[in-house]
Every structure is written in structure tokens, then in C-alpha cells.
């Protein structure tokens, strides 16, 4: 059936989506309403690639009786061994298909300069769409019934459609038991109200991944980053700020779509982004970009390793353990590890100088905290480079011509190219900064009708116009 059916912005999908939405609102026990979705979800992933099913089959079951016995089991020692099972299945398994061949490469490279010639068949297993998303997930409750932060589930159908809920199984948000299993002991419907948010946050996800990631800012990085020959500076940067502007609406665009579909259900999943480019910090961007990982990271692995606890020393060494893999959790290639280095150095950095200039008044002046989000944003955009290059000498090759300017390089980008990267850049900035301190409904409330329906139905018009050409999530292949 292919990728492409399970993509949000896929007429299959609308489809699908319509025919669901009207099983859910039909007639039925709220046993039947699980049943049918948890079979949706399952038809939903198995669009991609049937096969894989039995990988979700396996998380669930593992993690399900895994969190009992670790529940009931009194021996710290047993409990420890139950818990150990459940973190070696799902890193197992997601170490085998993700990162086997990034291993397997490396273990060559390692052997060759030991000189020993190694030459192992070739790779050829395919990554489960959504792995890492959906490994995190089941991980989170087998984690937080050890740390007694929750009990098991008393329903297998609960867990099993916490684990496969099809609006965010590929690609998130990654949603802690707490939030969503509580969701599924009653029976829930969207309000009219819920409804029309729904769709409406369907609509601005859609927008922002068809019309401004794959529409306006692709075309500009797909030129830039795929250029093999030093390029000219102004193109350099345009290249990245184009693929930080769609890396941001691609992610954000199948968040808030996810978000809306859930609604539309009746369901209520976190925000994942919270306009990341008006950060003032690497904190700060923390808190706003990729809510959901940074705070699983945070909660899972920075904080049992210590955290800021044990000293300045072992704070900096969880801050780049922890950034380190989370680059790494984005792909098997070192540039993904250098990305979460970069963020890992930043981090660090703010930390030491946060402790010794003190919170003092200056930096609450609004030309100060500009000046610190131009440093941030600029900052930032140097780690996308790592994030986009296919390899180091690319990265490099864009880094330098970055930040030496120097203008004999190639011009690889034409002028429609520029000015759409250039306006929707800016136009992105600003909407940044404007929402940097407001939420979404409060701004939309404030707005009359008429104007609502104005810029909804032009969305639409332009989603159906650009859709042609769209393709499939970026972080689908995470």
C-alpha cells in the first residue's frame, strides 16, 4: 500500500480519518469506540508496512506484563529484572533496526584501521516508521510503574490503544500514560466546540507542512544542501534558514495536525511547540521545541543521572550525555550526534554564564532580549547545518562558507527562490515573536468571525492548490 498512505496529507487519509470520526460518534459502547479505533490505528500503521505490526504487538504485550510484576513484585532486586527486560526489548529492538547498520559501518571503519579487512553483506533492513516515537512511549509506563509514579493500566485495550493511537504513533507527540491512558476510562466525544478546534488545528498543521515547509521553504534548502561545490554565503544561509524554517513547519505541521485530529475524537494531546525561534536561551528553546522529547529526556535520563545535584562538574556531563543522545535518538550518523553536542556546548555554556553575571536587571531590557534571541536563532541554525548535510564535508564545506563569507563560491539559487525564502522567513519570525508570550486560542478569540472564516477558507484553498506537490514528514524517518 505504501508509505504515502499513512501520511496525513493524503486523500487515503481524509478518508480513512472521516470514516473513523463517524464510528466514533455512532451509536456505541465505549468498549466497541476502543476496539474500533485501537483496529483503526493498527490499519493506520499497517498501511506502511504490515510486517512491523508484530513490533507493536511485541512492545505491548512485553510492556503491559512487565508492569504488573513489577507492580506487585516486592524484591527491589526483581524489580530491577523486570524493568531491565522492558528497557533491553525496546532498546533491542530499536537498536537493531535503527542503528545496525550505523554499528555495523563503524565496527568496519574500527577494524580497518586495526587492519583488519572486514567486508560484512550488505545491510538491507528496513527502520519501522515511528520506532523511536513509539519506543519512548511504551518505555515511559514500564518507567514510571518502577519509579511509582503510576500503576499499571487495569485495561489491556487501554494500553494497547495508548501504545498504537494513531494520530501521533510515527512521529509524536510522545505522550506520557498519565496523560493519555486517564483519557480512555470514560467515554469521550468532542464537543461541537472541540470539534471545531479540531479541524481547525487540522487545517494549520496542514497549511504549515504542505503550503510553507514542502510549497515554499523546500525547494531553497533541497537547492542548497544538495549542492556539491562551495557555495556563495548569501545562498549558504539561505539554505539553512530555509531548512530551519521547514524542519520547524514540516515537525510542528504533523504535531498540531495530530493535536487537532485527537480533538476531533475528543482527546487531548500536549503541545510539542511552542514558537521555538522566539527563544531567548538554549533553555528556552528547550522548553518550546520538541516538548515531548526534551522533557522524556529530561525526566528519564538527565534527571535520574543526577541532574544539577552532584555538582557543577557531573551537571555539564548530564547536560552533554544527555543532548548527545538525544542526537543521536534523531539518527544513526555522527552528524546527528555532533547537532546534539552543539546543543549539549550551548546548554553548558548558558549554564556557566547564567551562574556568574547573575540575574540582573539588564537582561529584562527588551533590546537586550532581542539581542539574546538574534543569538540563539543564529546559533541555532548552525546546528541545522549538521542536522541537514548528507555528511561532515558538506557540513563543512556549508559552515565555512558561513561564517567566513567569503564570495567566490556557486550561486545555485534562483531569484523566486530567495524572495519566497526571504518573506516567509520573516513573516515566520514575527508570528514567533508575537506569540512568544500568547497562546493560540486566546489571539483567535479575540478575532471576529467573519475574519476567522476569511483565513480558514483561504488555508484550504491553498493546501488543495499546493498539495501536488508534497511529500512525506521529515521526522517519519526518525
Keep these: 500500500m505504501g508509505e504515502l498512505s499513512v501520511l496525513f496529507n493524503s486523500l487515503t487519509f481524509m478518508v480513512f480519518f472521516v470514516l473513523v470520526l463517524a464510528l466514533h460518534n455512532a451509536p456505541l459502547s465505549w468498549t466497541t469506540k476502543k476496539t474500533n479505533l485501537l483496529i483503526a490505528s493498527y490499519l493506520f500503521y499497517a498501511a506502511w508496512n504490515p510486517p512491523f505490526v508484530i513490533l507493536l504487538w511485541i512492545s505491548t504485550v512485553i510492556d503491559w506484563n512487565v508492569a504488573k510484576k513489577i507492580f506487585t513484585e516486592p524484591s527491589k532486586n526483581r524489580r530491577k529484572m523486570w524493568l ?34 572486514y567486508q560484512p553483506p550488505e545491510w538491507h533492513i528496513i527502520l ?108 549558504a544561509w539561505l539554505g539553512t534558514l530555509a531548512f530551519s524554517g521547514q524542519i520547524f513547519s514540516d515537525f510542528a505541521g504533523y504535531s498540531t495536525t495530530a493535536i487537532g485530529i485527537a480533538l476531533t475524537l475528543g482527546f487531548g494531546l500536549p503541545d510539542n511547540f511552542r514558537f521555538p525561534y522566539a527563544a531567548i536561551g538554549f533553555s528556552d528553546f528547550w522548553r518550546r521545541w520538541h516538548i515531548s522529547l526534551s522533557s522524556w529526556l529530561r525526566d528519564y535520563l538527565y534527571i535520574p543521572l543526577g541532574g544539577s545535584r552532584k555538582g557543577n562538574l557531573r551537571t555539564y556531563a548530564n547536560l552533554m550525555t544527555t543532548m548527545l543522545l538525544g542526537g543521536l535518538w534523531h539518527g544513526a550518523s555522527w552528524t546527528f550526534v555532533v547537532w546534539g553536542g552543539l546543543h549539549g556546548l550551548y546548554l553548558a555554556a548558558e549554564r556557566w554564564l547564567t551562574a556568574r553575571l547573575g540575574d ?10 532581542v539581542l539574546l534571541a538574534i543569538v540563539t536563532y543564529f546559533l541555532v541554525n548552525i546546528t541545522w547545518v549538521f542536522f541537514r548535510a548528507a555528511d561532515f564535508s558538506m557540513a563543512w564545506r556549508m559552515i565555512v562558507t558561513m561564517l567566513t563569507f567569503v564570495t567566490d563560491g556557486e550561486k545555485v539559487l534562483p531569484t523566486i527562490h530567495i524572495l519566497q525564502t526571504v518573506i516567509t522567513i520573516g513573516i515566520m519570525l514575527v508570528i514567533h515573536w508575537y506569540m512568544r508570550e500568547r497562546k493560540l486560542d486566546e489571539v483567535i478569540g479575540r478575532l471576529p468571525t467573519w475574519l476567522i472564516g476569511l483565513v480558514w477558507g483561504a488555508m484550504i484553498t ?10 512525506a514528514f521529515i521526522y517519519f524517518q526518525f
Design 84 to 117: 531491565a527486560i522492558s528497557v533491553i526489548v525496546n532498546l533491542g529492538l530499536l537498536g537493531y533496526f535503527k542503528y545496525g547498520g550505523f554499528l555495523l559501518e563503524n565496527f568496519v571503519v574500527l577494524a580497518a584501521t586495526l587492519g583488519i579487512n
Design 128 to 235: 519501522p516508521v515511528g520506532i523511536s516515537f513509539y519506543t519512548f512511549q511504551t518505555m515511559a509506563y514500564s518507567l514510571d510503574v518502577y519509579l511509582r509514579r503510576a500503576e499499571p493500566s487495569k485495561s489491556f485495550l487501554d494500553f494497547s490503544l495508548f501504545v498504537t493511537f494513531f494520530p501521533q504513533l510515527v512521529a509524536g507527540p510522545i505522550v506520557r500514560p498519565t496523560h493519555l491512558l486517564p483519557q480512555f476510562a470514560k467515554p469521550r466525544v468532542a464537543t461541537a466546540r472541540q470539534l471545531l478546534w479540531g479541524l481547525g488545528l487540522m487545517t494549520i498543521g496542514l497549511f504549515q507542512k504542505i503550503v510553507v515547509a514542502d510549497g515554499l521553504l523546500a525547494p531553497t534548502a533541497d537547492a542548497v544542501f544538495g549542492a556539491e561545490k562551495m557555495l556563495h554565503p548569501l545562498d
Design 360 to 369: 540582573r536587571e539588564i537582561w529584562n531590557r527588551f533590546a537586550i532580549r
Design 462 to 471: 491553498v493546501i488543495i492548490i499546493t498539495q501536488g506537490g508534497s511529500d
